[in-house]
């Protein structure tokens, strides 16, 4: 199946040059493994652009950040009173309500599409 990057049509046939009757590029189309519907090949590795969005959730992007931890400084006031997890609990439920966190965190899962995909892939199985 080819499908055209602009208007989305499918083609059964590669259309000469490439070219789709809305002037667009037409080439493979890859299945989606969620939904099952047809998307320009190079979009998401395995899951068309809609499925990605709808699952670039705060709560996934909770659980890739779980597995990318950073350091930081902080005030030692704040270590005096709380442990690592009770101040990752607190900074993520302020993150989630401040600061666009929803859209942050669809940004932060969308950022390398190809890491978001084996997420998926696992997440998915
Ligand atoms: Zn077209
Ligand atoms: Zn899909």
Redesign the pocket.
Request: charged share 10%.
């Given at each position: 199946m080819y499908i055209c990057a602009d208007c989305k049509k499918l083609h059964e046939t590669l259309p000469e040059d490439y070219e789709c009757d809305c002037g667009g590029v037409v080439d493979d189309a890859s299945e989606?493994k969620?939904?099952g519907?047809h998307y320009y090949y190079y979009d998401g590795f395995g899951?068309?652009p809609?499925?990605l969005d709808k699952h670039a959730t705060f709560e996934a992007a909770v659980e890739i950040g779980n597995t990318h931890k950073e350091t930081i400084k902080v005030n030692s006031l704040i270590t005096h009173m709380y442990t690592e997890d009770e101040i990752e609990k607190i900074l993520l439920n302020y993150a989630r309500t401040h600061q666009d966190g929803e859209e942050n965190a669809k940004t932060y899962c969308l950022y390398d599409i190809a890491y978001f995909s084996t997420y998926l892939d696992e997440k998915c199985k």
């Open positions: 989606c969620i939904c519907s899951y068309c809609e499925c």
